[in-house]
């Protein structure tokens, strides 16, 4: 357990603000499988600003999922701020995250995401005044810098906490990896080392045994999985588990991968309707059969599926399938 201002964190397994996945839909499956804290994907400052009709609705927040971050994004003070105030005030998000870490080029443009790692002056600018406009607690997530030859990840982090942040995650990989080689975890223990505030850190971790070995070896107050919950919400679950136990929990089995599958889309469709809930459900749905037996089969079947009950019979069909060839072997 620990703090991120007056919010407690019942664990140390956070799930990542992942863009165009962690809606209400798989946040709270994911909550559901144990995660102290889940961030809802980054909402950009403008859009909530000028009220843009999809951005509200990225805005939802169930209270079965607290406690939750709301992570917003943008390059502009004064709109930064105005959609802190909204958040504050209008949403039942628990903590409020800023964004410096989105590497995609449309962002870094607008002066947002990753930008912001180059200049630890404007950093402390934009988190402080966000910092003086709401009562909810400020975090950042960042990256380690934005190419290797341009790493404040030290001096960035300093700012954060001198800005007033409670919180600051870091991604161990610079804006030009984007999502590829692996993270440096020195870079993130030396963070740890230089602020007071809690530090989360984020990058790799895809096992209960590394997300041990990177809390032990930095002293990070939390880890933060990103793809590796990707269609496996176990992977929560086995960390958890394993932090707390010792203990080293078994895959789940074709059908129970099926079941959660299911679940999620139904709650997908609950707040996208049937047509767009489908439509996202096809790259979870590969996500869910990521490493099961013939499975390229069954996504070509997959992303060819309009209606709830076309992908339901097309993955139990593909489950049942599994399960009785295991069992005849």
């Known amino acids: 357990m620990f703090q991120i201002g007056d919010i407690s964190i019942?664990?140390?397994?956070?799930?990542?603000?992942?863009?165009?996945?962690?809606?209400?839909?798989?946040?709270?499956?994911?909550?559901?499988?144990?995660?102290?804290?889940?961030?809802?994907?980054?909402?950009?400052d403008k859009g909530i600003v000028n009220k843009n009709e999809k951005t509200m609705g990225m805005l939802f927040i169930d209270e079965e999922e607290m406690p939750m971050s709301?992570?917003?994004f943008g390059g502009e003070k004064d709109s930064l701020m105005e959609a802190a105030q909204f958040v504050d005030k209008n949403t039942n998000a628990?903590?409020?995250?800023?964004?410096m870490g989105c590497p995609v080029p449309k962002i870094t443009k607008c002066d947002a995401g990753a930008r912001w790692l180059l200049d630890p002056d404007k950093i402390h600018e934009m988190v402080s005044a966000v910092v003086k406009t709401v009562d909810k607690p400020v975090t950042v997530k960042m990256r380690s810098g934005w190419d290797e030859d341009h790493i404040y990840a030290i001096d960035n982090a300093k700012a954060i906490e001198a800005a007033g942040a409670k919180a600051l995650a870091i991604h161990g990989r610079t804006r030009k990896q984007m999502y590829e080689g692996y993270a440096d975890w020195d870079i993130v223990k030396q963070v740890k080392q230089a602020v007071s505030i809690p530090v989360i850190g984020n990058g790799d971790i895809?096992?209960?045994?590394?997300?041990?070995?990177?809390?032990?070896?930095t002293g990070v107050d939390a880890v933060m999985v990103g793809r590796a919950a990707l269609g496996n919400p176990w992977m929560i679950y086995r960390i958890t588990k394993y932090l707390e136990t010792g203990e080293l929990l078994d895959?789940?089995?074709?059908?129970?991968?099926?079941?959660?599958?299911?679940?999620?889309?139904?709650?997908?469709?609950?707040?996208?309707?049937?047509?767009?809930?489908?439509?996202?459900?096809?790259?979870h749905a590969a996500w869910y059969l990521k490493g099961l037996k013939g499975n390229g089969r069954i996504r070509r079947r997959i992303n060819e599926?309009?209606?709830?009950?076309?992908l339901l019979n097309i993955l139990y069909d593909y489950a049942h399938e599994l399960e009785t060839s295991m069992r005849a072997s």
């Open 10 to 44: 019942p664990n140390r397994v956070v799930l990542a603000p992942m863009a165009g996945v962690c809606n209400y839909a798989f946040r709270l499956t994911v909550k559901e499988f144990g995660a102290g804290l889940v961030y809802a994907e980054m909402v950009s």
């Open 70 to 72: 709301l992570q917003i």
């Open 94 to 99: 628990s903590i409020i995250d800023i964004n």
């Open 206 to 217: 895809d096992s209960p045994q590394v997300a041990k070995q990177r809390l032990e070896e």
């Open 251 to 283: 895959e789940p089995s074709p059908m129970e991968k099926i079941n959660v599958c299911m679940l999620h889309m139904d709650r997908l469709i609950k707040i996208k309707g049937e047509k767009i809930a489908i439509m996202e459900m096809r790259k």
């Open 305 to 310: 599926s309009e209606t709830r009950d076309e």
